[in-house]
């Protein structure tokens, strides 16, 4: 299928990605072929789903589409750094019962009241945050700000301290970073550290449970059968996995997506109140509004694989059992059956029904109530302590086709006083 007005379709290539998601191809195959057959150079090839009602409807029917083998484009190698090893399984790949059993574990960690609970603290880590760069008058928005706060949030959750969770996200990035930019040995290096470190907070765990998410696991069972090591591990490296860089590329992508559109940027600053408010940010605030448009106009993650498990039909196109189908969450969130005018950043939408979380299925982002109160507080607190805040040179991007947004953002500001 082709027509004169058709560009080049390639959602492989990470060079597509670089800079913005490829909105041009997106929109062309959302009206001409909105389940698209993909090559895939040494794979079987894939079905693209672009339009919002279509992703919905494979990320809510796991009967029909499942998480297993694996939620990335490529199956895993046959032993090689996956996400299962023999009979255990990350939960993020696996359907329900099995999936629900394991999300009732975590879950009670992850509800809005939970994540409410560390408002508090997450607004002194954000205070904590600014006052490492306010002198400054300058820094990179990614590393300095945007990258702290979930790798600390995340430490905090499970436990351990605050520099390793830094370390640990660091890894992650590589890990999401396509073959293409990190190197397979890299990456085993990173997938290697990743596993020491979590044998280690396995068994200090044990051995001296404290209160916190990584006790609460070390010492877990599931169905009676208690969760040993490599199953811990799973948790950790999805725990760490998914709420490092998906939050960071939020709040670098979203900065990055103000500087564009300078007359928001200035609404939202005004609208952000006194420092240090962001236990009180909320009700008459654009913040709310605001980081729901930003999620729908990153859409940090690019896409979600689910496997057919029958033959069946989506749209026009035939599926067959086996078959791959990739949900690209940046597509659906810019179809205007998801909001109106979606080619406009308008950050004071009352009406966003993005999927920037997941289509409403049983994989929906565990973390997304926490993740809104470490992105509104960290907003909160740039957009009162550092003033004048712009774009200080090119932004870098991720060489990933699977995780969206910059890695380096540099800004300057004028300079202020610590609080801390
Ligand atoms: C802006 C930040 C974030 C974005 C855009 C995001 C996005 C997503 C998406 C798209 C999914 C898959 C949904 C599906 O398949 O239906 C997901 C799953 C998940 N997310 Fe997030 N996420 C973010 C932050 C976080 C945070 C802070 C955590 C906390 C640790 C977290 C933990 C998880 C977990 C554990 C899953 C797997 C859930 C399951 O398999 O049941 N995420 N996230």
Same mark, same amino acid.
């Given at each position: 299928m082709s027509s004169p007005d058709q560009p080049h379709i390639d959602l492989l290539s990470v060079a597509n990605f670089a800079g913005g998601q490829?909105?041009?191809q997106f929109a062309w195959l959302r009206a001409n072929d909105p389940v698209h057959r993909h090559p895939e150079p040494g794979g079987p090839g894939f079905w693209a789903v672009t339009r919002y009602e279509d992703v919905r409807a494979v990320g809510r029917d796991p009967r029909t589409f499942s998480s297993s083998p694996t939620i990335m484009l490529h199956d895993p190698e046959p032993g090689g750094?996956?996400?299962a090893f023999g009979d255990h399984v990350m939960m993020l790949m696996t359907d329900p019962p099995v999936h629900t059993r394991m999300r009732r574990l975590v879950s009670r960690e992850f509800t809005p009241r939970a994540a409410a609970a560390l408002r508090p603290r997450i607004a002194e880590l954000a205070t904590g945050i600014v006052d490492e760069v306010v002198?400054?008058?300058?820094?990179?928005?990614?590393? #300095? @700000?945007?990258g702290e706060m979930p790798s600390f949030v995340i430490a905090d959750v499970l436990g351990i301290p605050l520099a390793?969770?830094? #370390? @640990?996200?660091?890894?992650?990035?590589?890990?999401?970073?396509?073959?293409?930019?990190?190197s397979a040995e890299q990456r085993g290096v990173a997938f290697g550290e990743m596993l020491a470190y979590a044998q280690q907070v396995y068994a200090a765990k044990r051995s001296a449970p404290a209160d916190d998410l990584a006790s609460m696991l070390a010492n877990g069972f599931i169905d009676d059968q208690p969760i040993d090591e490599i199953d811990f591990f799973l948790w950790f490296l999805l725990l760490v996995d998914a709420g490092g860089d998906t939050t960071r590329n939020l709040v670098g992508g979203g900065f990055h997506a103000l500087f564009q559109h300078p007359d928001q940027l200035a609404a939202l600053t005004a609208?952000?109140?006194s420092p240090s408010a962001a236990s009180a940010a909320g009700a008459g605030s654009l913040l709310g509004p605001a980081i729901e448009e930003l999620l729908r106009w990153v859409s940090p993650v690019i896409y979600m694989r689910r496997t057919a498990t029958v033959d069946t039909r989506l749209g026009s196109r035939e599926i067959a059992a086996g078959d791959k189908v990739v949900m690209y969450y940046g597509s659906a969130n810019r179809?205007?059956?998801c909001v109106v005018e979606p080619d406009r950043l308008d950050l004071t939408r009352s009406k966003n029904p993005h999927v920037a979380f997941g289509g409403g299925g049983p994989h929906f982002c565990l973390g997304a109530h926490l993740a809104r109160i470490e992105i509104e507080a960290l907003l909160q607190e740039m957009l009162t302590r550092l003033p004048g805040l712009e774009s200080d040179g090119?932004?870098?991007w991720m060489g990933s086709n699977f995780i969206f947004g910059p890695t380096a953002l540099p800004i300057r500001f004028r300079p202020g006083p610590r609080l801390g």
């Open positions: 490829p909105h041009d750094t996956g996400s002198e400054r008058g300058s820094c990179d928005l990614v590393t #300095d @700000l945007a390793d969770g830094r #370390d @640990l996200y660091r890894h992650t990035e590589a890990l999401h970073s396509s073959e293409e930019v990190v609208g952000a109140g179809d205007p059956d090119e932004a870098k």
